[in-house]
Every structure is written in structure tokens, then in C-alpha cells.
């Protein structure tokens, strides 16, 4: 029988279309083991991800990766599960890597009902097929995720926010500039001709980026909100998307070189991640946003729509459709897990 994976169902609206009977992991919540010093924990799927980012912050750390916390059913915030499932990442991701660089192991149940287990909580323990990090972005398709360990961070001792009026070519060349050179940028944000670079780390290093960078300094009580806000997609920028989309547009997630040049698209542009990420809010057809994205060697998501029949993930060449199809014959050859979420034909 398939089977849809479901938590608070925050992320339903990202990938395919949902199908199957629900299988919810909430009743697997819980911290199973938390090592401040170690900068690991182990967390039950089902956990909602509030829960461990408050009990994170207790002992000053976090989840580096900061991924999104889109609001679910009973205003939930979304589960560690589906986190790793999504593969989302906020903010940070090109500083300080993505869910995938985070994950050190999981246990999950798979296709034929086996339980498994991959990773450690340790990047030395790690041996043979790095399935836990294999899980990340699977949007469930290879088994039913119970349990992940992940590497946590502390928090910087010092962050500063700058802002900077240009146009988009002239702050694509800035922060790949910026981006070669010894400073602590943390994350940078570009839209409607503003500029803006988290630094964050030892005091003197924040102190002395700020002061060869220049740009305004933008007071902390307004500099968090807004990077609060870009990771949990409920800034200015997305809640207009959304308003676009309800009236037929799409929005779009570009994943490019942060070298590539500026994508003369129809519509809405915000930029993160050194160029690296560019959200788009386009009516254009989807087919010529893709040409566009692998123009300059990259590719395209189809986040939010109200039509998703041109598939929400790149097509994939064939090698690469092979090599899917193969994986999971190998942890699902039944297909009951979250089908058609990642690809129709998976």
C-alpha cells in the first residue's frame, strides 16, 4: 500500500503531488541523546524542530544550517523528519553548509519493513555508503526516517548586519569579490536594490570586516527579524510571491554558480547565498525559466505553484534517472513510500 510520510505537513506544498495513506511520525518524538560538548544530538523524527532548536539555544547553540520553518497543521513548525526529508537549507547554507553537510547518521525503516541504521555521531565513525546524507532531500522516497543525529554549532560571539544600495550586476560582482577574500560573512541577501551581509564571529574579526566593507550598519533589532524572516520565507519578498502565486504565477527556486551572470527574467528576483540561490516570482512558462537556469549551469525548482504538471525537479538526464530509479529499488522496490513526490515515475 503506499504510503505518505507526514509530520506537521509544513513542506505538503514542496515537491510532487501528495498521494497515498497518511502515515504520520508524530508519536516518534523525543531526544534520544544530546552532547553539548560532543556538538551532537539525536532526535526522534517526529520532534518537532522548535523543540530541539529551544533546547539547542539553552546551551547557546544551534542548527548552522537554519532551515526553514514553514507553518504546518496546529501551527506546528515542522518535524527534524521532515527537515532531512526536504533537504532545506537557510540563510548560512553557503557559509556553513546545507542539512546534508549536518547529518552524522540516521535510522530509518525501509521498503520491505527492515530497520536500519547508517552514520555515528561522529564524522570519524562514518564507514562505508554515506546513506544519511543520501536521505537528505530524498523527500522520503527511500524509507520511513525514525531517527537522525545531527552536528550542531555554537552560537558566533559577535554579528553585525550591512546594507548596500546596488543594482544586481554590480552586487553579484561585490559579494563574489567579498567572497574570496578572509572575511566572516555569514550570509548576504539582495533584492529591489539593497544589498545586505551577516558577518558574525570572534568580536575583532565582525569589528574589522565592518570597517573594510563599510555600507550602513543596520541596528540588531531590525537585522534579525528581516534574516528571521528570509529563512522562514515569511519576508516581504515571499509573502508577495505567495499573493503572485494565488493569482497564477510561480515561484522559483534558481540553483546556479554564484558566479553566473545576471538572468534577464521576467519578474520578481531576490538573491541569497553569493548568488548561489535566486528565488524568481515569474508567470513565464516553465520550460523557459529551465533553459534559462541551465544557460549558465545550473538548474530549476518549481517551489510553489498552483500547477505543477511540469514536474517541480529538473528533469534528469539519463544516467542520472538510472542511478535514481536504482536507489530506490534498493530501499523501496515496492514503491510504498511517498511516491511521485521527487519524480512521477519514482
Same mark, same amino acid.
Given at each position: 500500500?503506499?504510503?505518505?510520510?507526514?509530520?506537521?505537513?509544513?513542506?505538503?506544498?514542496?515537491?510532487?503531488?501528495?498521494?497515498?495513506?497518511?502515515?504520520?511520525?508524530?508519536?516518534?518524538?523525543?531526544?534520544?541523546?544530546?552532547?553539548?560538548?560532543?556538538?551532537?544530538?539525536?532526535?526522534?523524527?517526529?520532534?518537532?524542530?522548535?523543540?530541539?532548536?529551544?533546547?539547542?539555544?539553552?546551551?547557546?547553540?544551534?542548527?548552522?544550517?537554519?532551515?526553514?520553518?514553514?507553518?504546518?497543521?496546529?501551527?506546528?513548525?515542522?518535524?527534524?523528519?521532515?527537515?532531512?526529508?526536504?533537504?532545506?537549507?537557510?540563510?548560512?547554507?553557503?557559509?556553513?553548509?546545507?542539512?546534508?553537510?549536518?547529518?552524522?547518521?540516521?535510522?530509518?525503516?525501509?521498503?520491505?519493513?527492515?530497520?536500519?541504521?547508517?552514520?555515528?555521531?561522529?564524522?570519524?565513525?562514518?564507514?562505508?555508503?554515506?546513506?544519511?546524507?543520501?536521505?537528505?532531500?530524498?523527500?522520503?522516497?527511500?524509507?520511513?526516517?525514525?531517527?537522525?543525529?545531527?552536528?550542531?554549532?555554537?552560537?558566533?560571539? !559577535?554579528?553585525?548586519?550591512?546594507?548596500?544600495?546596488?543594482?544586481?550586476?554590480?552586487?553579484?560582482?561585490?559579494?563574489?569579490?567579498?567572497?574570496?577574500?578572509?572575511?566572516?560573512?555569514?550570509?548576504?541577501?539582495?533584492?529591489?536594490?539593497?544589498?545586505?551581509?551577516?558577518?558574525?564571529?570572534?568580536?575583532?574579526?565582525?569589528?574589522?570586516?565592518?570597517?573594510?566593507?563599510?555600507?550602513?550598519?543596520?541596528?540588531?533589532?531590525?537585522?534579525?527579524?528581516?534574516?528571521?524572516?528570509?529563512?522562514?520565507?515569511?519576508?516581504?519578498?515571499?509573502?508577495?510571491?505567495?499573493?503572485?502565486?494565488?493569482?497564477?504565477?510561480?515561484?522559483?527556486?534558481?540553483?546556479?554558480?554564484?558566479?553566473?551572470?545576471?538572468?534577464?527574467?521576467?519578474?520578481?528576483?531576490?538573491?541569497?547565498?553569493?548568488? !548561489?540561490?535566486?528565488?524568481?516570482?515569474?508567470?513565464?512558462?516553465?520550460?523557459?525559466?529551465?533553459?534559462?537556469?541551465?544557460?549558465?549551469?545550473?538548474?530549476?525548482?518549481?517551489?510553489?505553484?498552483?500547477?505543477?504538471?511540469?514536474?517541480?525537479?529538473?528533469?534528469?538526464?539519463?544516467?542520472?534517472?538510472?542511478?535514481?530509479?536504482?536507489?530506490?529499488?534498493?530501499?523501496?522496490?515496492?514503491?510504498?513510500?511517498?511516491?511521485?513526490?521527487?519524480?512521477?515515475?519514482?
Amino acid at each position: 500500500m503506499p504510503l505518505r510520510i507526514t509530520g506537521h505537513g509544513s513542506k505538503d506544498f514542496y515537491g510532487g503531488p501528495l498521494q497515498g495513506e497518511t502515515l504520520s511520525t508524530l508519536a516518534l518524538a523525543g531526544v534520544t541523546a544530546y552532547e553539548p560538548s560532543e556538538l551532537y544530538i539525536s532526535v526522534l523524527a517526529g520532534t518537532p524542530l522548535m523543540q530541539v532548536e529551544n533546547l539547542l539555544a539553552q546551551q547557546r547553540q544551534r542548527l548552522a544550517f537554519q532551515p526553514p520553518r514553514f507553518v504546518g497543521a496546529g501551527d506546528g513548525r515542522g518535524t527534524v523528519g521532515g527537515m532531512v526529508a526536504a533537504g532545506l537549507s537557510g540563510p548560512t547554507r553557503a557559509a556553513l553548509g546545507s542539512v546534508r553537510d549536518h547529518v552524522l547518521g540516521a535510522v530509518l525503516i525501509n521498503g520491505q519493513g527492515e530497520l536500519l541504521s547508517f552514520g555515528g555521531t561522529v564524522m570519524k565513525n562514518v564507514a562505508g555508503f554515506d546513506v544519511s546524507r543520501v536521505l537528505a532531500g530524498s523527500m522520503g522516497q527511500l524509507g520511513l526516517i525514525t531517527e537522525v543525529t545531527l552536528k550542531v554549532l555554537p552560537w558566533p560571539a !559577535a554579528s553585525a548586519t550591512l546594507r548596500f544600495e546596488f543594482d544586481q550586476p554590480a552586487a553579484l560582482k561585490a559579494i563574489n569579490t567579498w567572497g574570496g577574500q578572509p572575511l566572516p560573512i555569514e550570509a548576504s541577501a539582495w533584492w529591489d536594490g539593497a544589498l545586505l551581509l551577516r558577518l558574525a564571529g570572534a568580536d575583532a574579526a565582525v569589528g574589522a570586516a565592518c570597517r573594510k566593507l563599510g555600507g550602513d550598519v543596520i541596528p540588531a533589532e531590525l537585522a534579525e527579524p528581516f534574516w528571521t524572516g528570509l529563512r522562514d520565507q515569511t519576508d516581504e519578498f515571499f509573502v508577495g510571491a505567495e499573493r503572485a502565486v494565488a493569482g497564477g504565477a510561480r515561484l522559483w527556486r534558481l540553483s546556479l554558480p554564484s558566479t553566473a551572470p545576471e538572468l534577464k527574467l521576467h519578474g520578481e528576483q531576490l538573491i541569497e547565498w553569493g548568488g !548561489a540561490q535566486r528565488w524568481v516570482v515569474t508567470p513565464m512558462e516553465p520550460l523557459a525559466v529551465r533553459e534559462a537556469a541551465a544557460s549558465v549551469g545550473g538548474h530549476a525548482t518549481l517551489f510553489r505553484a498552483l500547477d505543477k504538471s511540469a514536474g517541480a525537479f529538473a528533469p534528469l538526464s539519463a544516467p542520472l534517472a538510472a542511478i535514481h530509479r536504482r536507489l530506490k529499488a534498493s530501499f523501496d522496490p515496492h514503491g510504498v513510500f511517498n511516491p511521485g513526490r521527487l519524480y512521477a515515475d519514482l
